[in-house]
Nanobody
Framework: QVQLVESGGGLVQAGGSLRLSCAAS????????MGWFRQAPGKERELVAA????????YYADSAKGRFTISRDNAKNTVYLQMNSLQSEDTAVYYC????????????????WGQGTQVTVSS
């Protein structure tokens, strides 16, 4: 079983930056696909970014392209989401997820989920 714990969320002004971290425990996720999702109030959960097991492939939602960067450190069993130029529309709960496949950019059938971390962007 894999446990995922997100951290790094908080309140930031528009134009600012945050770096989210997702620490995995229970077993290594070095051969798992990882993704960052978000869910804003009244909206469906959406895939923001995904990364393959070795970091060789990445996916970004259109809303994240050019502003967000997903990365991973398999030695630390941790995945990151660097978010720059944050806007009020980025306000949401951000979730980390792991999929037992090597890469998953379709947003479906992720196997393990964290509890989420709140990101609030004030304008």
């Amino acid at each position: 079983q894999v446990q995922l714990v997100e951290s790094g969320g908080g309140l930031v002004q528009a134009g600012g930056s945050l770096r989210l971290s997702c620490a995995a425990s229970g077993r290594t996720v070095s051969n798992y696909a990882m993704g960052w999702f978000r869910q804003a109030p009244g909206k469906e959960r959406e895939l923001v970014a995904a990364i393959s097991w070795n970091g060789g492939s990445t996916y970004y939602a259109d809303s994240a392209k050019g502003r967000f960067t997903i990365s991973r450190d398999n030695a630390k069993n941790t995945v990151y989401l660097q978010m720059n130029s944050l806007q009020s529309e980025d306000t949401a709960v951000y979730y980390c997820a792991a999929d037992r496949s090597s890469y998953n950019a379709n947003g479906h059938s992720y196997d393990y989920w964290g509890q989420g971390t709140q990101v609030t962007v004030s304008s």
